[in-house]
């Protein structure tokens, strides 16, 4: 499909353990962004790249995330010794240009994270 | 902290009544955007206003942005069960990339 699309779709994980959540934007598109939304509520700004470059990481809740996009196109989002706290849908979205905030950003259906 | 608050948060109606979501915020945007999310999925795009003042309309939905850019409104006139969602405002802010989103106003129509 033409779309973002983010894997796994749902994830249980042990209060402690590591989980990664991996997003595939558009194509050819030039920014992505994280964002964490917990239920019932709009989703939280966590960070964004503009290709490679992590621009801003001002979102991430604690040093236990972590995001990278190697090479400019497919991006994960790391969470390490998970806590319940972190439990939360876990959106990706992308847009075409650099200047993400005033171009339409295309979300993928997000990772429902689930910590016991 | 979420910086835009959206009223209602929970809005129920019958088929064909008239509605308003507003989205409130003391702080100033560079534009303001509107989405629907329906569950399991990411937010869709509705509409991007950039001017202060600014009034847009898509079909039966009428979007507007308030002179001082601080927030905007959303009505929707005849309401019918496929408008049942999440809407969300979401403000841009100046010389930043992010997205704020607001708190969110969740919508169910019944036929």
């Known amino acids: 499909g033409a779309g973002v699309s983010q894997s796994p779709r749902y994830k249980v994980a042990k209060r402690g353990q590591d989980v990664a959540l991996r997003c595939d934007p558009i194509?050819?598109?030039?920014?992505l962004f994280w964002y964490q939304q917990a239920l019932g509520q709009g989703p939280e700004f966590l960070t964004y790249f503009q290709n490679e470059a992590q621009l801003d990481k001002s979102g991430l809740p604690s040093d236990r995330f972590f995001a990278e996009r190697p090479e400019g196109s497919v991006s994960t989002l790391k969470i390490q010794r998970t806590q319940q706290e972190d439990s939360a849908v876990y959106l990706c979205?992308?847009?075409?240009?650099?200047?993400?905030?005033?171009?339409?950003?295309?979300f993928g259906p997000g990772t429902r994270l689930t910590v016991l | 902290t979420q910086l835009l608050e959206q009223s209602p948060q929970f809005l129920s109606i019958q088929e064909g009544e008239n509605l308003t979501v507003y989205c409130n915020s003391s702080?100033?945007?560079?534009?303001l955007q509107w989405y629907r999310q329906e569950p399991g999925e990411g937010p869709v795009l509705l509409v991007t206003v950039v001017t202060g003042g600014e009034v847009k309309k898509l079909k039966r939905l009428t979007f507007q942005f308030g002179d001082a850019r601080k927030d905007s409104s959303l009505h929707i006139t005849a309401a019918q069960p496929g408008d049942t969602g999440l809407y969300l405002c979401a403000g841009a802010r100046y010389n930043t990339d992010k997205l704020i989103f607001g708190t969110g106003t969740r919508l169910q129509v019944f036929p």
């Open positions: 979205a992308s847009s075409l240009r650099s200047s993400g905030s005033r171009d339409t950003q295309y």
């Open positions: 702080s100033v945007f560079s534009s």
């Open positions: 194509s050819g598109h030039v920014s």
